[in-house]
């Protein structure tokens, strides 16, 4: 006869799993990391082997640290993540990508001292770091701090660095200069104790730019300058997001006034916190799932933001923001500023990627050129603002040297790429090195390619490197090539902001990493012998069946327009070199 009792029924039940979920939840109950900086400089005291692994597997990131992968990625690892190595990364917010002289000078020292000499600007308008040590994270943390930055809530469940328009203030078509809301919302939210255990980041970007040059629709909440009669407010959005899931942000039926937008801004951030739900499943934890899973409407959200604010917002204009047509929204070359005289002067950083030396550089060139102010971009380049008319073409030359360049290709300038397998424990795929090797192939090959092209590359689902968002989006992944496993990318087409603004459509196609530049140039041959008068590659993509342009990936169909199109070229570099 079996044993009943309630004591034999306890005893045979193995213990549950913890979830990473519930392991989150729990350790964020415990313990503000933003309190506990202190356990932080004693691991420094202690050394690397000191660090408690709460602290490498949640804390850090509320303090913009993470750990710095082995270089091999997620294959290196097990369940999911890479090895961590004994080295830390840094992500330093800088909010609305503002940035004086000294604070960049500040950086490139640190940059030189602690981080081997490499910096990069991310797509939220931060600098990142590599390479730090435990013993250098209280270091680099109080040289910040001395500079009026910080790296606190750059990563984490947190408010992330609030983005805006890099040339806010300064550009002739704004509506509103938005960058004094834009702090605003970081100096009130981003590092407030009342926000720090939110059920997943959240991401706000602020913009009076026509151009929506910060991508609002893949923010958590979005405002865009929109005109009422004489009357200038905001259009709001929520529920942006990329990852393995895109899902464009959703328009609120309201008009906000100025006065009211960081109320609401605040009121969607309280909401979000409420959500018990969730919190249950880290990977649908996003604001968007309340839309995508959880039946919320636009009219439920506003409905819900009215409750906390305790007022009724202004219904919305029945015309939406008139988005300028297809064109470049990086401010990047030289743009006349509204300030009679001056101008900005954008310079394209390949991948974001920069030495010390030439951040360093940067700042001398800001004051020698400028008045010492710089802005950050969401497309990894720099801006050196409030420089005289007479002046840029001697800036220009400077930053041309540095190999920082103002006039470059449209396959140059319309580059993205995330970390990567060479520090990301997520990644599955190298980038940086293989984007800039990418960009170098395709000059080559289409030199005069004659449309803006966002070619963006990612490591793994994630999507840190935007490539639902790119016309051509590439998705890390591994293959077998002559018995061995090699990197390889998942191509994805079609996928815009602004105007055009949807998703890019998976193509259900896969190549080995040094045949990807002979695949897009098949591609985008056929682009430029089968489009019609005026017809840009985003109308092209769209009208384009994915059968046919995966066999002009793949080289198996030639259509009969592309016989007298000039013959495929042969790379000529490995990836990397």
Same mark, same amino acid.
């Given at each position: ?148 930055? &910080? ?55 602020? +913009? ?13 909440? /979005? ?26 942000? !959703? ?83 030289? +743009? ?7 101008? &900005? ?30 802005? %950050? ?37 319309? %580059?993205?790429?995330? #970390? ?49 968002? /790119? ?13 061995? #496993? ?14 055009? %603004? ?13 045949? !990807? ?30 059968? &046919? ?24 570099? %490995?990836?990397?070199?």
């Amino acid at each position: 006869m079996s044993d009943t009792t309630p004591e034999a029924i306890v005893s045979s039940h193995k213990p549950v799993k913890e979830t990473k979920a519930q392991k989150s939840e729990r350790l964020k109950l415990a313990k503000n990391p933003w309190d506990a900086w202190d356990e932080v400089r004693q691991f420094a005291k202690e050394g690397r082997d000191s660090v408690l692994p709460e602290w490498t597997g949640l804390y850090f990131k509320w303090w913009g640290v993470y750990t710095q992968g082995d270089g091999l990625g997620v294959t290196g690892g097990t369940a999911g993540e890479g090895k961590a190595s004994e080295y830390f990364m840094m992500r330093i917010g800088m909010p609305n990508g503002m940035l004086t002289s000294n604070q960049l000078r500040v950086i490139a020292e640190l940059t030189k001292k602690y981080a081997r000499n490499l910096a990069d600007i991310t797509t939220r308008q931060n600098i990142q770091l590599h390479w730090l040590t435990i013993e250098a994270l209280p270091e680099v943390v109080d040289a910040l701090t001395a500079v009026g930055l &910080s790296p606190k809530g750059a990563c984490g469940d947190v408010v992330r660095n609030v983005t805006g328009c890099p040339l806010a203030g300064l550009h002739h078509h704004e509506l509103v200069d938005a960058s004094p809301l834009a702090l605003e919302i970081a100096h009130k939210l981003t590092a407030n104790p009342e926000f720090y255990n939110l059920p997943r980041k959240f991401k706000i970007s602020v +913009t009076g730019c026509p151009e929506w040059c910060s991508y609002p629709e893949i923010n958590d909440v /979005a405002l865009t300058a929109i005109q009422r009669g004489d009357e200038i407010g905001y259009t709001l959005r929520v529920g942006g997001g990329l990852s393995t899931e895109p899902h464009m942000a !959703v328009r609120i039926p309201a008009f906000i006034k100025q006065a009211e937008a960081y109320n609401v801004v605040e009121a969607v951030v309280r909401i979000f916190r409420e959500q018990q739900d969730l919190r249950e499943n880290r990977t649908r934890a996003r604001i968007k799932y309340l839309f995508m899973r959880h039946g919320w409407t636009a009219e439920s959200m506003l409905e819900a933001i009215e409750e906390k604010l305790g007022y009724k917002l202004d219904a919305a204009p029945a015309t939406d923001e008139h988005l300028l047509d297809d064109i470049y929204r990086d401010h990047i070359g030289i +743009t006349s500023q509204r300030q009679p005289g001056l101008s &900005s002067v954008g310079a394209s950083v390949l991948n974001g990627r920069l030495s010390g030396d030439q951040l360093a550089k940067l700042a001398e060139l800001s004051d020698k050129y400028g008045n010492g102010q710089l802005r %950050a971009t969401i497309m990894q380049n720099i801006l050196l603002v409030n420089v005289p008319d007479r002046e840029t073409a001697a800036l220009v030359i400077e930053l041309n040297s540095l190999g920082l360049h103002v006039d470059v290709s449209a396959f140059w300038r319309g %580059a993205i790429a995330c #970390t990567g397998t060479e520090f990301c424990k997520l990644a599955i795929a190298e980038t940086k090195g293989f984007s800039k090797w990418l960009v170098s192939e395709m000059e080559d090959r289409l030199p005069g390619f004659d449309q803006q092209i966002k070619l963006h590359v990612t490591g793994c689902t994630n999507s840190c490197g935007q490539h639902w968002i /790119a016309d051509i989006g590439l998705e890390g992944k591994k293959i077998k090539k002559d018995g061995q #496993t090699v990197d390889a990318f998942y191509f994805c087409v079609g996928g815009a902001v602004g105007k055009y %603004a949807r998703p890019a459509r998976a193509l259900g196609y896969r190549a080995a990493a040094d045949e !990807v530049p002979a695949a897009i140039e098949r591609m985008l041959r056929a682009y430029l012998l089968a489009r019609t008068e005026g017809e840009d590659l985003r109308a092209y993509f769209a009208r384009t069946d994915d059968d &046919s342009l995966r066999a002009q990936l793949a080289g198996t169909v030639i259509d009969p327009v592309e016989r007298d199109a000039p013959p495929v070229g042969a790379g000529r570099h %490995a990836p990397g070199e």
